[in-house]
């Protein structure tokens, strides 16, 4: 199962993102039987506002977002017109914001950074059974 959203780029575009993100999973959980925890829906929305967030701060225009499901997990991929390639900074509890990518890198179970033609494809994959017994 798989799903494809363009996202403007205004500030509302986050919760938006979110919001896609709680029905995809949603319907995994509903019309094809897949285990979706809380934890993973938690964390799902957690890191599709984190990669939106930095899309939308970092590049000019429409964002991108692709969520596909398996039986074991979920792929977040964002795409986003700025061919910078981001990097997570060392971690420093006294830093103000920019902890973003670390959080999504300390949650995910695979992060991987592709440059694009034009833009970037930024894709986390997220377990869909965790430690709780909801699903």
Same mark, same amino acid.
């Given at each position: 199962?798989?799903?494809?959203?363009?996202? +403007? @780029?205004?500030?509302?575009?986050?919760?938006?993102?979110?919001?896609?993100?709680?029905?995809?999973? +949603? /319907?995994?959980? *509903?019309?094809?039987?897949?285990? &979706?925890?809380?934890?993973?829906?938690?964390?799902?929305?957690?890191?599709?506002?984190?990669?939106? *967030?930095?899309?939308?701060?970092?590049? $000019?225009?429409?964002?991108?977002?692709?969520?596909? &499901?398996?039986?074991? =997990?979920?792929?977040?991929?964002?795409?986003? =017109?700025? $061919?910078?390639? $981001? *990097? #997570? /900074? *060392?971690?420093?509890? +006294?830093?103000? +914001?920019?902890? @973003?990518?670390?959080?999504?890198?300390?949650?995910?179970?695979?992060?991987?950074? %592709? %440059?694009? $033609?034009?833009?970037? /494809?930024?894709? #986390?994959?997220?377990?869909?059974?965790?430690?709780?017994?909801?699903?």
């Amino acid at each position: 199962m798989r799903a494809g959203y363009a996202l +403007g @780029g205004d500030h509302g575009c986050i919760a938006e993102a979110r919001h896609h993100a709680v029905d995809f999973l +949603g /319907r995994a959980r *509903t019309e094809h039987r897949l285990p &979706v925890s809380a934890r993973a829906m938690d964390l799902t929305q957690l890191v599709v506002s984190e990669l939106v *967030t930095n899309a939308r701060k970092y590049a $000019p225009g429409p964002v991108l977002m692709e969520l596909r &499901v398996t039986a074991a =997990s979920v792929d977040v991929t964002v795409w986003d =017109s700025d $061919p910078t390639v $981001p *990097t #997570a /900074r *060392t971690a420093d509890p +006294g830093r103000i +914001g920019q902890h @973003g990518l670390e959080i999504v890198k300390a949650v995910t179970e695979e992060l991987t950074i %592709q %440059q694009e $033609p034009v833009g970037k /494809r930024i894709t #986390a994959r997220i377990a869909l059974l965790g430690d709780d017994a909801d699903a």
